[in-house]
């Protein structure tokens, strides 16, 4: 019953978060400070309601990641070093909360097979990390852990959507892939090139890989519901 009735609300705040993106992406707020500041702010808050009307069991640690999430971007808005070292940092929080979630939630845990699938990941986050090695100073140790944490969970995400046959691991899948593109194209923007499109490029796939995570969260606990019921 909870589900249905909250069918139209998380249908009517989705429709409204991906306008967010789309008009937040395609426009330059930046000298009007407080449109900026509330349509790029609003995207988490939005995505954590969305999530609280949707789930039945609202996984605080999932929560709590998002709320990291967003100050991590709340820090980054400030081009300042040590707010960007501070954003770092709980990004790296941020990660760690989801390579748990996604941990815990997956059966095969083949660590050797987990590891081979990393590797892809590995390299191309590498790549990215190296190109702009010489902007992060004291940053880089975060991102370097960051970095480790988000491979890994494009492995496990990999891994079992080869061998599992599950609605999860599709979302899971994109959401990894998505996560790798959207901090090195990130990094691009951020320390080496500043070109609108990258920015763009930035905010669609911020929104995207955060949302499809969000239905990875939903359908491993429909999953889980299905099992304790039968």
Known sequence: MKTLNSFYPVFILTIIYFIVIVIFSMFDFSDYPST???LGGSRIPLLIIIYWLH????????LTALL?????YIMFMDNAPERSFYGSITSLLYRFLIFLLVYKSVRNKNWFALFLASIPFLFTYSYFLLLINEFLNADI???VLNGLLTSFIGGIALYNYLFEDENKNFWLLISAVLFVIQIGVFF???????APELRTLT???????NFTFYKFMISD???ENEVTIS
Request: charged share 20%.
């Open 203 to 209: 905010i669609i796939l911020f929104g995207i890989s």
């Open 68 to 72: 990291l999430f967003f100050f991590s």
């Open 36 to 38: 900026n500041y509330i």
């Open 221 to 223: 606990e429909e999953r």
């Open 55 to 62: 789930s039945q069991k609202r996984n605080i640690l999932y």
């Open 141 to 143: 140790y975060p991102w």
């Open 188 to 194: 691009i923007h951020k320390y080496y090139v500043e």
